[in-house]
T-cell receptor, first 111, second 116 residues
Framework: QKEVEQNSGPLSVPEGAIASLNCTYS??????FFWYRQYSGKSPELIMS????GDKEDGRFTAQLNKASQYVSLLIRDSQPSDSATYLC???????????FGTGTRLLVSP | GAVVSQHPSRVICKSGTSVKIECRSL??????MFWYRQFPKQSLMLMAT?????????EQGVEKDKFLINHASLTLSTLTVTSAHPEDSSFYIC????????????FGPGTRLTVL
């Protein structure tokens, strides 16, 4: 059974700072990794996918993958109060059907 | 692209009635759809996985006779909560995959079910 672990937080950062969210996973064979954002009372929204070692940037978001160390991180630059949400790390299980989710990290960005 | 809709967004029903929730992929063919449930301040819980034209695969502890899932086409899956009771009150969310090589899942907006 794959495991995905995240610090539940809350992670508190001031507006304009960089928020760093981390995730570790247990299955060395994992090939793809996803970050979802979930606002309170809403459904998850896919914000980043990463498949190769290194960094992938999309606007203010950067996903970083290190397969040797089995961790994936999400950096949010210039954090805004509207970024306050729970960020879920997800890894597909064998066969790419189900996603295994971490418990999520709650991010609070204060004005 | 990758839009998933759900209907209804909110439903209130009396105990003992059945409720049907629809999940549609609007701009892609969803070979696989998933149904989740989420209670307040808790994590997403996968209920079942359904592939188009096949019977759904339910997670351990989920009653297949109570939560009926139909995935009749590549764009539509339905979840029917039969004989709903107050403990079934929850946020039900579907997701769909099939659009890309790595099978990202795209979530619908969710359906909030309240059983009185």
């Amino acid at each position: 059974q794959k495991e995905v672990e995240q610090n539940s937080g809350p992670l508190s950062v001031p507006e304009g700072a960089i928020a760093s969210l981390n995730c570790t996973y247990s299955d060395r064979g994992s090939q793809s990794f996803f970050w979802y954002r979930q606002y309170s009372g809403k459904s998850p929204e896919l914000i980043m996918s990463i498949y190769s070692n290194g960094d992938k940037e999309d606007g203010r978001f950067t996903a970083q993958l290190n397969k040797a160390s089995q961790y994936v991180s999400l950096l949010i630059r210039d954090s805004q109060p509207s970024d306050s949400a729970t960020y879920l790390c997800a890894v597909p299980n064998t066969g790419f059907q189900k996603l295994v989710f971490g418990t999520g990290t709650r991010l609070l960005v204060s004005p | 692209g990758a839009v998933v809709s759900q209907h209804p967004s909110r439903v209130i029903c009396k105990s003992g009635t059945s409720v049907k929730i629809e999940c549609r992929s609007l701009d892609f063919q969803a070979t696989t759809m998933f149904w989740y449930r989420q209670f307040p301040k808790q994590s997403l819980m996968l209920m079942a996985t359904s592939n188009e034209g096949s019977k759904a695969t339910y997670e351990q502890g989920v009653e297949k006779d109570k939560f009926l899932i139909n995935h009749a086409s590549l764009t539509l899956s339905t979840l029917t909560v039969t004989s709903a009771h107050p403990e079934d009150s929850s946020f039900y969310i579907c997701s769909a995959s099939g659009r890309r090589a790595y099978n990202e899942q795209f979530f619908g907006p969710g359906t909030r079910l309240t059983v009185l």
